[in-house]
């Protein structure tokens, strides 16, 4: 795609006033600020001004082939240098393309990883556990950090439930796209006619930004306090330390059953303007669902997303038709950029050409 040059243009003087603030600007909030707009904009600059270059030695190029008083020699050196700069200029354009796409403003935050056994009983809790160590290997992949805040395991192995944190930068941005339901298609270790089953988990992916604004007020927070969970035995907690939190006007409820009362309720409040947060950004995205249609998924916790077919070996991403036979490595966490990256690139593509179509 052709970007105006006018669109370049309105870019480097954004960056040029927000270079001239820094070194003028005494007040310290503004000074942060700038820092984080200056660090977003440089490498857009750095691809404008490089594109920039390219076209301006094209047309002085295509001047001196122009000019009837160069000599034949200077002119094919001219075509020869034209035609190199052709076949780079595509690539060009389209990397500064993707630098201009609009960034979600989460997209560089870490996240709350929820994950939920839904249909299939006993099949469904291993296999909440089995997508929640897939991502725990991921997340070490990538060098992020993995705490879990509250887990509800199963009686034949994996969770119930189980909501962890993952720390790092990047996270939400490349993990957004796995929010929905995950549908399993294996023999169950509990199965002993050799029958393949459908079991499903759901996973939920919650950014968790740096500011968040959404008018919260614990004057709407109900707070119980119970006994955590435990596996049994020495490890029965005998204090009410366990934490809930229901926010009245939403009903939207979240539990913390560390060891820690303190923690749990520190913990428990930030889980809570995290889920009140990504309420609205579910509510924002379904508002906007024309301008979404082309990109991946709409956002809906209970669309069909994936599908995991053991006996074949097959992941199928059914948002974009993708199909991969690496299941085994996927779900070893080691292969599932294998899917993540397919699904940026996808969405990558989608808004590209909605912005083309645009102008």
């Known amino acids: 795609m052709h970007i105006p040059d006018i669109k370049l243009a309105q870019v480097l003087d954004r960056f040029e006033q927000i270079e001239a603030r820094m070194s003028a600007t005494m007040d310290s909030d503004e000074i942060v600020q700038l820092g984080k707009d200056y660090a977003e904009l440089k490498p857009v600059a750095d691809?404008?001004?490089?594109?920039?270059d390219v076209r301006s030695e094209m047309a002085d190029l295509e001047a001196m082939v122009a000019d009837p008083d160069n000599g034949a020699e200077m002119k094919s050196m001219a075509r020869e240098e034209i035609q190199t700069?052709?076949?780079t200029l595509p690539g060009l354009e389209k990397e500064v393309s993707l630098l201009l796409l609009p960034k979600d403003k989460d997209d560089n935050a870490s996240i709350v990883l929820e994950i939920r056994a839904g249909t299939g009983?006993?099949?469904a809790a291993i296999f909440a556990g089995d997508l929640f160590s897939m991502y725990a290997r991921y997340a070490s992949i990538q060098g992020w950090k993995v705490e879990i805040e509250s887990a509800a395991e199963a009686d034949m192995g994996g969770y119930k439930e189980i909501v962890a944190s993952i720390s790092g930068a990047g996270a939400y941005g490349k993990m957004k796209f796995e929010s929905g339901v995950h549908r399993v298609q294996r023999v169950p270790v509990t199965e002993t006619q050799g029958r393949i089953h459908t079991s499903a988990a759901?996973?939920?992916?919650l950014p968790e930004p740096e500011d968040i604004d959404i008018g919260f007020s614990m004057s709407?927070?109900?707070?119980?306090?119970?006994?955590a969970s435990g596996a049994g035995g020495q490890h029965v907690n005998k204090t009410d330390s366990a934490v809930r939190m229901t926010h009245v006007p939403t009903g939207v409820v979240v539990v913390c059953d560390a060891k820690s009362q303190h923690m749990n309720r520190a913990n428990a409040e930030r889980l809570l303007k995290m889920k009140l947060y990504d309420m609205e950004k579910q509510r924002l995205d379904s508002e906007r669902?024309?301008?979404?249609?082309?990109?991946v998924g709409s956002g809906d916790r209970s669309e069909r997303i994936r599908t995991y077919n053991y006996p074949q070996g097959r992941v199928t991403d059914h948002r974009i038709g993708l199909t991969l036979y690496n299941l085994d490595k996927i779900v070893a966490g080691d292969a599932l950029n294998d899917v993540v990256d397919s699904l940026l690139a996808e969405d990558q593509a989608a808004r590209l050409a909605q912005m083309e179509m645009q102008g």
């Open 202 to 205: 759901t996973v939920a992916v």
């Open 85 to 87: 700069l052709k076949e």
């Open 220 to 227: 709407d927070v109900r707070v119980d306090t119970m006994r």
């Open 47 to 52: 691809g404008v001004r490089k594109l920039r």
């Open 289 to 295: 669902a024309e301008e979404r249609a082309g990109q």
């Open 121 to 123: 009983g006993d099949e």
